[in-house]
């Protein structure tokens, strides 16, 4: 029995034990490949703008190559004017006020520790001396628990990230590798699908396909919610007269890329940086994050990874814990797409065999 299951889904079997293999190196040559790895994230966010232009101008045909390498390098100075743009109107006051964070980061850990002491204070005070003794040591065991717990995911985070030379030399290449690869993108893709017998490309095309609607739109989703979130924080905080609104508004923005409890992590900090600079706009600016949260949780993220991810939520929370311990922050983002693709790619065997087997029957 289990040897005809075996012939019947030959290619099936040598296909993912070769996808499998290919992962293992990717894993093992992760150092020198994560800037190609981050090209071809930012390829694939651009190549829809290219084709388009490419559809729409004329003399095809003859110099075609040249021709797509001038769009290639006309939508990366379009991209850099965008770029360039915003720094001149935003970036500057962002640098300013993340400037003035750092600096006072000390001063304002400390004012904050000290006002949030001060509430569980007069909490805790009107209780009898034993269980305030015991309300204290509660609240000390939940603040190293968390702090142990931030502290490991972010230096885990760092270390995942390599800084070899390898790994600087690749970021270095990086424009050329978009250029080239962007305006050869479809002859790359059919040398690539010719290195496969005409049995298994077919197991090939369709694993791109999953990967395609999974990852790619996640990517798309995420860095759509991180923009949202982060001018939503910014006009809320604006209008509350939040001295470091902008500051804010990037950390909430790149939290926003880390599923489920980013923007829960970019509310808390930003919560408590308020009561440090501005103790009495902290009822507002909770309920401006909470309402900002409870928005993007219930009407954006269900509409735009719904299709893409379909994760339940408890299990999404069980997965960034996970990805956290195992690769920092970066686990954190990259787990739940990662497991929504190893089940897609389980239900897909699955309905192949099934119909591998109606066949031979």
């Known amino acids: 029995m289990a040897v005809n299951t075996f012939k019947r889904n030959r290619v099936l079997f040598s296909f993912l034990i070769g996808l499998a293999i290919f992962c293992i190196l990717l894993y093992l040559l992760r150092e020198p490949l994560l800037p190609f790895f981050i090209g071809i994230i930012i390829a694939y966010l651009l190549l829809p703008l290219v084709d388009l232009i490419d559809q729409h101008i004329p003399l095809k045909g003859k110099g075609s190559e040249l021709r797509r390498i001038i769009i290639v390098i006309i939508v990366f100075l379009i991209l850099l004017a965008f770029i360039f743009a915003i720094v ?31 509430w569980i204070e007069s909490v805790i005070s009107p ?10 040591d509660v609240v000390n065991n939940i603040g190293a628990a968390i702090g142990k717990w931030l502290q490991t995911t972010f230096m885990s985070g760092l270390g995942f990230i390599p800084s070899t030379l390898t790994f600087v030399v690749g970021f270095m290449t990086l424009p050329f590798f978009l250029i080239l690869f962007m305006a050869n993108i479809h002859v790359i893709t059919k040398g690539f699908y010719s290195l496969f017998s005409k049995e298994c490309v077919y197991h090939v095309r369709n694993f791109m396909i999953i990967l395609d609607s999974i990852f790619g739109r996640y990517i798309r989703a995420q860095i759509l919610l991180s923009i949202i979130m982060g001018f939503l924080v910014y006009l809320s905080l604006f209008c509350l007269g939040v001295e470091l609104a902008p500051s804010l508004a990037l950390i909430a923005a790149v939290f926003q890329l880390v599923p489920a409890i980013g923007g829960a992590l970019a509310a808390i900090i930003g919560i408590f940086i308020t009561i440090a600079i501005a103790p009495t706009q902290v009822l507002w600016v909770s309920i401006a994050y909470i309402v900002i949260n409870l928005g993007i949780g219930t009407v954006l993220i269900a509409r735009f990874q719904g299709k893409s991810v379909n994760i339940d939520g408890s299990i999404v929370l069980i997965l960034i814990i996970v990805g956290g311990y195992l690769a ?15 089940f897609a790619l389980y239900k897909y065997v699955l309905q192949e065999m099934r119909q591998n087997r109606v066949e031979a029957a």
């Open 88 to 118: 001149y109107m935003v970036f500057s006051s962002i640098i300013y006020s993340f400037g003035t964070l750092l600096i006072n980061a000390p001063t304002l850990i400390s004012n904050g520790l000290k006002t949030v002491g001060d």
């Open 127 to 136: 209780l009898p001396l034993e269980q305030q003794k015991q309300a204290h």
């Open 328 to 342: 920092g922050v970066v686990g954190m983002i990259l787990i739940t797409p990662v497991v929504a693709i190893v």
